[in-house]
């Protein structure tokens, strides 16, 4: 008997604060759908940048694999020091959480409730 098991994926991102540290985490959704069956949900962190306010930001991700697709990543690799690279920043134009927290200094430079679409990476 065939199964007709079908897998959705679609990224979202959390901006938000560590100490003096902006940190923008990024998330991969995953629901499998099967007729007759419930839904089945995942969500993995992806990585993180985190950027102090003199602009200088760090990769924390798991890794990532050469495939077809941009955003092909090995799903239990650790969290580790990555090189940013255009998976990352493909992961990073997800629609953002409503939801964050920024740091005093952005908010203080006219950071309020809109990004207006662009994504808040230094």
């Not at 979202?12 to 959704?29: A, D, I, K, S, Y």
């Not at 003199?54 to 941009?70: A, C, D």
């Not at 580790?80 to 920024?102: G, T």
Request: net charge positive.
């Amino acid at each position: 008997m065939l199964h007709n098991m079908r897998n959705e994926e679609d990224g979202f991102t959390l901006l938000t604060t560590c100490g003096e540290f902006q940190v923008l985490r990024m998330f991969l959704l995953i629901v499998g759908m099967e007729k007759g069956y419930k839904a089945q949900t995942s969500i993995i962190e992806i990585g993180q940048y985190w950027w102090n306010m003199q602009g200088r930001k760090v990769v924390v991700g798991i890794q990532r694999v050469l495939g077809h697709y941009v955003d092909t990543f090995s799903y239990y690799s650790p969290m580790a020091i990555r090189n940013d690279n255009e998976a990352y920043q493909h992961i990073a134009y997800s629609p953002i959480y409503p939801k964050f927290k920024v740091t005093d200094i952005l908010r203080r430079n006219g950071l309020k409730n809109n990004f207006y679409g662009i994504v808040p990476l230094p």
